[in-house]
């Protein structure tokens, strides 16, 4: 931003002209050319830019120079077209005014360039959605097809616009584009048939050839080489920078955006190829019996292949080309034509399909384009129309092309320099006129409907009889004589000035922007613009559907005898409605300036610009625009916009609008030559005023916005809180009253507790003195006594049986009888138990004792024992007093054997085991040799020191004797029985018996014995290696042996 404003006050360069001091013509080059050498090529006056053509592509358009323009302000930011176009933008979108963009300047100038920018700037910052960018897509795609069949190089410029454009693009509230429509205007189609040296026909017949397939060229029977065509002056094509096969593409690329189906396209390519190959169509003269000159096809080829392409029998095309109907009364006579007769008809109808085709594609895009809801719409139009051209001969078509240009001058002059002074003076604001040119006067000349050029132009072609250009040329001498805008030789020669430079046959007129010399040679023609009935009806008798519809008239049930408007009167029409359309919006002007003839990047001509820069009228632009003011509204619209930049006006202003404007502005300071009060309008002098003005209103409307913001918060806030606070209540009051209630029941049930107590102790005071003192005991005991009688008795009714497996008990019916109970149980069981012992025989009760004894020692710590549960003691095993054998070891036993068996002694040296017979009596055990019967052993019990065993179900066992004994020093018995239980049993017993003292039992996995050769430690280890008989025992080394136990 700082550095725009710097540049706009850049004395060298300063980027709005309204700053430039001192004001001259040589300033005004001098500064676009220095602004033009720093690359800058926008300048502004006011609101105006100009436009200096680079011919080289500058680093200007990219997409963040489109964000750095949009929404900016336009004098905050360098010149660009970008501003203008974003200021006609939102103008549009936010103040609600239609608007216009009129590019004008010369041919070559950039006007179609600038108007690309526009539009493609408006696409750009308009909202974007999938069906809003289908329509700008479609909106920029119309370019490259019109340009295509519409732009053809000149000498002036390489792509110069052959028709005048204008579109209307149409927005909806939002500002989002819609659609649009594109206007045409008169295409200058004797290009078609000719072209000077070093131009070319339209850019389409080149990129076709050039950019077609070959099966595509074979289709519409075209050859690739553009030196076969006579309407292409049969040279080659080369245009240094178009690449002309890549625009084919892209034409057909656009086409398919906008809408154009493959078979549109294939016919309006073969109506393009018929176009060109017309011209190959040759005639020659030949002569008919009649002796009369008539012309004929010399090469029938090209029309056969016409005829092809259109559907069309090639004998109707042939004689619509060499000859002619003409009516005479009631009678139709057909005349042959000459050759040159022939060819005329044959560039008419060339001119006529191409120049309809031309129309049919703006209508066709039209269709694409257009709108289609019914919704409100504002509009941007785009005026991009063929710049004022001077040629070195120059004819109708300049004419036409000059007369627009001079109207859109005139409406710029209108607008920005006479209009503005008016108002002023209509307003009532002191104002010193500024002198301009008024070209009204040229306009006039051309177009007055009785003595215009083109009204006279008209007349001569209605006119019955002689009727050639010089008959036109000499009714316009007459006419124009003294006109100061118009010359010829005549009324040169009435003035007596001699000037080489203007030819017969030709006119000259002083232009705004120029003098220029027209040949009157093919004025008439052009402007009738005939088609030999014949060769329209011959189009419309073909059978392609595009070219008959272009030839409506050709049916030959409405033919008509009415003569169509004429070329000049239908372009005159067209302009004056362009002009009032163009007036009913709000322009915005871009001038283009063309810097040098030779189409160089960046050269700058002065004295062309200079040429420009006066018939532009720029100077006197300047001029109207410093001593005038920038910017203007009526009262109300100004006030309504701006009312909150004041306390006073702001929110309502009850007065009227002029003084509520004069007391808005008041209050902002602003100097007072700034401001001027119209009688209607007020007056702005500077842009920077008003950008002033607009950026305080921004802050305002911010401000005003924060406020809103401020108090829907607070207002949302407050809502939510007092929502919040009557929640709060209610829940607190439902909580009190539920605490409330609570403590209520709690008190009311203590009250009724206190109050039964209270009289519960007033009755008792009260009753106390009916009752006996201890009458309640006396109940108590009594019950009681009577309750424990009754247990009783029923329990010795109901005794049990006597049985001692039997341990059932009756319940005790009530709870302090359950202790008495349970000791009663008890008693009975024992009573019951000892009754059973007292009537068991000595014999049973001894094995019962032992087994109990058993049951102590061995329970739960061996797994034999359950086993021997089974076994019976049987004490005696051997059969001693049976068995003679034994008489011996019966005689030492005699009445105190306790037990007799026969066990295995382990050998202590080895392990092994050999049978022995053992005797227990009361006071001795014995061990005998089974063989001899003998005993071998006597130990007296006293010596036994105790008995080791093992964990396992084995037979094993140790037994310790003291070293006192009598044969201590034999060491300790290791024995395995058969009967272990009832053997260690027995011992217990009989020690106890005879000694008092209990057997000392080790049941142990590892304990040590006593051998006369020393200690020896023994392991017992379960293994399946011990066998079925009982235990393995082996030697480990000398004082080691392992038991191996199952
Ligand atoms: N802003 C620009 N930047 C770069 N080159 C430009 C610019 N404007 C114009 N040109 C160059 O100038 C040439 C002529 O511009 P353009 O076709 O817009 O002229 P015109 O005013 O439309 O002429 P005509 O009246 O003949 O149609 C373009 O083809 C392009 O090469
Ligand atoms: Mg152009």
Same mark, same amino acid.
């Given at each position: ?705 924060? =406020? &809103?913001?401020?108090? $829907? !918060? %607070?207002? @949302?806030?407050?809502?939510? /809180?007092?929502? #919040?606070?009557? +929640?709060?209540? =209610? &829940?607190?009051?439902? $909580? !009190? %009253?539920? @605490?409330?209630?609570?403590? /209520?029941?709690? #008190?009311?049930? +203590? ?7 209270? !009289? %519960? ?5 009260? /009753?106390?003195?009916?009752?006996? +003192? ?273």
């Amino acid at each position: 931003m700082e550095g725009a404003s710097s540049s706009l006050l850049d004395a060298e360069a300063v980027a709005d002209l309204v700053l430039l001091d001192p004001l001259t013509e040589e300033s005004l080059v001098q500064t676009l050319r220095e602004r033009f050498r720093r690359r800058d090529i926008y300048t502004y006056i006011g609101n105006v830019v100009i436009s200096v053509n680079p011919y080289t592509s500058l680093p200007i358009y990219t997409p963040e120079k489109v964000e750095e323009y949009r929404n900016c302000s336009f004098f905050a930011v360098k010149p660009h077209i970008y501003a203008i176009a974003d200021d006609a933008y939102r103008s549009l979108r936010d103040r609600d005014r239609d608007q216009c963009i009129l590019i004008t300047g010369e041919s070559g100038a950039g006007k179609t360039e600038a108007s690309k920018l526009v539009m493609s700037y408006v696409a750009a910052v308009s909202s974007k959605g999938e069906e809003v960018n289908k329509v700008k897509e479609q909106l920029l795609q119309s370019n490259p097809v019109l340009e295509a069949f519409g732009n053809a190089k000149t000498v002036r410029n390489d792509n110069s616009s052959r028709f005048g454009k204008y579109m209307d693009i149409e927005f909806d509230f939002k500002g989002e584009p819609l659609g649009g429509v594109i206007s045409n205007y008169l295409l200058e189609k004797s290009r078609i048939v000719r072209h000077v040296k070093g131009e070319r026909n339209f850019h389409i017949f080149y990129q076709l050839l050039a950019g077609a397939s070959p099966q595509l060229l074979q289709q519409l029977k075209l050859r690739q080489d553009c030196g076969h065509y006579g309407y292409l002056n049969r040279e080659g094509s080369n245009l240094p920078g178009m690449d002309d096969a890549a625009n084919f593409h892209a034409m057909q690329d656009a086409m398919r955006v906008i809408g154009f189906s493959p078979a549109e396209v294939t016919e309006l390519l073969q109506v393009t190829a018929v176009v060109l190959k017309l011209g190959n169509v040759q005639l020659s003269s030949s002569f008919q019996a009649s002796g009369m000159e008539a012309c004929s096809i010399t090469e029938p080829r090209e029309l056969r292949e016409i005829c092809e392409l259109i559907g069309l029998e090639p004998g109707t095309l042939e004689r619509a080309l060499c000859s002619r109907t003409v009516k005479a009364r009631d009678e139709t006579v057909l005349t042959t034509l000459t050759v040159p007769q022939g060819y005329y008809g044959r560039d008419a109808l060339a001119k006529n399909i191409y120049s309809r085709l031309f129309n049919w594609l703006v209508n066709r895009i039209n269709a694409s384009i257009q709108v289609k809801s019914d919704k409100q719409r504002k509009v941007m139009g785009v005026l991009d129309i063929y710049g004022f051209e001077i040629f070195q001969d120059n004819s109708f078509e300049q004419f036409i092309i000059n007369y627009c240009n001079e109207k859109l001058q005139q409406i710029f002059i209108l607008m920005t320099l006479k209009e503005e002074q008016e108002e002023y003076v209509r307003e009532g604001i002191q104002w010193t006129p500024v002198e301009f040119f008024d070209n009204s006067i040229i306009c006039n000349l051309i177009e007055n409907s009785t003595t215009g050029i083109l009204a006279m132009l008209d007349e001569e072609c209605l006119r019955p009889g002689v009727v050639n250009e010089d008959t036109f040329l000499t009714k316009l001498n007459q006419l124009l004589a003294t006109h100061k805008h118009y010359e010829s030789k005549e009324t040169q020669n009435a003035r007596r000035v001699t000037d080489a430079s203007l030819p017969p046959r030709c006119f000259r007129i002083h232009h705004y922007a120029g003098k220029v010399t027209y040949n009157v040679t093919g004025f008439i023609e052009k402007n009738n613009d005939l088609l030999f009935r014949d060769l329209s009806q011959a189009m419309w008798a073909a059978r392609h559907a595009l070219l008959r519809s272009l030839f409506p008239e050709g049916d030959p049930q409405k033919v008509s005898l009415k003569l169509p408007p004429t070329a000049g009167s239908q372009f005159k029409s067209s302009v004056a409605m362009l002009m009032r359309n163009l007036y009913s919006k709000n322009p915005n002007y871009i001038r283009c300036i063309k810097p040098n003839d030779a189409k160089s990047a960046m050269v700058f001509t002065p004295e062309l610009v200079l040429a420009q820069v006066r018939y532009l009228g720029l100077l006197e632009n300047v001029r109207v625009r410093r001593a005038g003011y920038a910017f203007r509204q009526p009262y109300g619209p100004f006030l309504q916009r701006y009312k909150m930049l004041n306390a006073r006006t702001w929110p309502r202003w009850h007065g009227g609008d002029r003084q509520g404007t004069e007391v808005l502005l008041a209050g902002l300071a602003f100097p007072a030559e700034e401001l001027a009060f119209g009688h209607t309008k007020i007056f702005i002098r500077s842009p920077r005023t008003l950008f002033d003005l607009e950026r305080r209103r921004q802050e305002r409307v911010a401000q005003l916005a924060t =406020l &809103i913001q401020k108090m $829907f !918060r %607070g207002w @949302r806030c407050r809502t939510q /809180y007092q929502l #919040m606070r009557k +929640s709060q209540i =209610l &829940i607190s009051a439902w $909580f !009190r %009253g539920h @605490r409330q209630k609570n403590r /209520y029941k709690q #008190m009311k049930r +203590s009250v009724l507790i206190l109050q039964a107590y209270a !009289r %519960g102790w007033k009755a008792r005071r009260t /009753y106390r003195k009916y009752f006996r +003192s201890n009458a309640s005991t006396c109940l108590a005991n009594f019950i009681y006594r009577r309750l424990v009688q009754r247990y009783l008795v029923g329990l010795a009714k109901n005794l049990p049986p006597l049985s001692v497996t039997d341990r059932t008990w009756p319940p005790a019916p009530y709870r302090f009888l359950s202790d008495a109970n349970q000791e009663l149980k008890n008693i009975f069981y024992h009573w019951k138990c000892k009754k059973y012992r007292d009537q068991l025989p000595a014999a049973r009760r001894a094995q019962l004792q032992a087994r109990l004894c058993a049951s102590e020692l061995f329970k739960d710590k061996k797994t034999l024992y359950p086993k021997s549960l089974q076994q019976p003691f049987r004490g005696e095993y051997l059969g001693l007093k049976q068995n003679p054998k034994y008489q011996k070891l019966h005689a030492v036993a005699k009445d105190k054997l306790v037990m007799a068996d026969t066990v295995r002694k382990v050998n202590r040296a080895n392990g092994k085991t050999v049978p022995r017979l053992l005797l227990l009596t009361t006071e001795h055990l014995v061990l005998a040799d089974p063989k001899a019967a003998q005993p071998k052993t006597v130990l007296s019990l006293s010596d036994i020191r105790g008995v080791s065993v093992t964990r396992f179900s084995d037979g094993f066992l140790a037994l310790h004797l003291k070293e006192v004994s009598t044969v201590g020093a034999k060491g300790d018995f290791l024995l395995v029985s058969d009967h272990l239980i009832e053997l260690v049993t027995r011992l217990h017993q009989t020690l106890e018996a005879t000694t008092g003292q209990a057997l000392p039992l080790h049941i142990t996995d590892r304990f040590s014995t006593r051998f006369p050769k020393g200690d020896v430690s023994i392991t017992v280890v379960e293994s399946p290696k011990a066998g079925i008989n009982g235990p393995v025992c082996k030697k480990k080394g000398s004082n080691k042996m392992e038991v191996l136990v199952h």
